[in-house]
């Protein structure tokens, strides 16, 4: 069993409670908001306390939190309440040091698009412009504005209804039906100067469960449930598999005569301990590799 470093945030400044929160609740996706104060000065600026939170109706949520250090307020929560609109860009790998140039804290009117170098898109619906570079924009109304609290720290969520979306052609899957995310290449935050890329090696699938009714880690033959080897992601995706997907005692048989299995059978006794170890090691390789048919009947010819 793992030690664990356990507090409560009330035993903590909000500055020491900071990094463990938003260390821990990573990686998170970056609003980068772009708003106009009542005179039309326009002001720029990234924010990770944020998601999309309904499809229908478009809700997107960012939270402009008081400052840990002296408690006080953005200009972009300032600017949505005399400006109820908003338009949250995406940002990009291409984009991320000048996003985070953008956050700079400069005096109230300066324009942080002049600062970070970026261009000014005028949005269609709404009266802040939108990020040229960005991969995708989202302009949005202001439903509501909800105060979580009046101390350092303590965050206002900006609910925001999209009223009109752009998406760069290029990030497009080729039909058109959504976004490919090795083109998006997306950037996340972490905790203190940290963030990832979503791109390239770092990316991987789950097959989403709620396609059909897996069977569940607790009906896996015992031999597997309670392996030393098998880690819980391997028996999770062995355990995502419906009842009648599994294989027969025929094809698990027929199974034998696939070249790579034939050759351990070939190499090793049927009592060799190291033929169980193989069949185990080939088996995590074609889960690895999103095979499941094919993990699963070389794990029982294992077994």
């Not at 104060?37 to 306390?49: H, Q």
């Not at 390239?200 to 033959?221: A, T």
Request: contains cysteine; negative net charge.
């Amino acid at each position: 069993m793992a030690d664990f470093h356990s507090l409560s945030p009330s035993d903590l400044t909000p500055a020491q409670w900071h990094p463990f929160l938003v260390g821990a609740v990573a990686p998170r996706p970056v609003a980068f908001a772009s708003t106009i104060d009542a005179d039309g000065r326009v002001n720029l600026s990234p924010y990770s306390f944020f998601n999309a939170f309904s499809s229908n109706p478009p809700i997107l949520v960012f939270s402009p939190a008081n400052r840990v250090r002296d408690n006080t307020q953005k200009h972009t929560l300032q600017n949505v309440r005399e400006v109820p609109e908003v338009v949250i860009n995406i940002c990009d790998y291409a984009l991320v040091e000048q996003m985070s140039l953008s956050s700079t804290e400069y005096a109230k009117g300066v324009n942080e698009f002049t600062k970070a170098g970026l261009t000014e898109l005028a949005s269609e619906q709404v009266r802040p412009p939108r990020v040229a570079g960005a991969p995708a924009a989202f302009e949005c109304v202001v439903e509501q504005i909800i105060e979580l609290g009046q101390n350092n720290g303590a965050g206002n969520l900006i609910i925001c209804r999209v009223v009109r979306a752009h998406f760069r052609q290029d990030i497009l899957l080729p039909d058109a039906t959504g976004i490919d995310p090795f083109k998006l290449d997306a950037v996340a935050r972490l905790g203190g100067d940290w963030y990832c890329r979503a791109s390239g090696s770092s990316l991987f699938e789950v097959p989403k469960p709620n396609r059909h009714i897996g069977i569940g880690i607790d009906q896996l033959p015992e031999h597997l449930r309670t392996s030393d080897v098998l880690t819980g992601n391997e028996l999770g995706r062995l355990a995502n598999i419906e009842r009648d997907a599994l294989p027969t005692p025929a094809q698990v048989e027929e199974f034998k005569s696939e070249p790579m299995v034939a050759y351990l059978l070939n190499k090793y006794r049927d009592d060799d301990p190291e033929l169980k170890k193989q069949l185990l090691q080939l088996g995590r390789q074609f889960l690895a590799e999103g095979r499941l048919g094919e993990a699963w009947k070389v794990l029982q010819i294992g077994s």
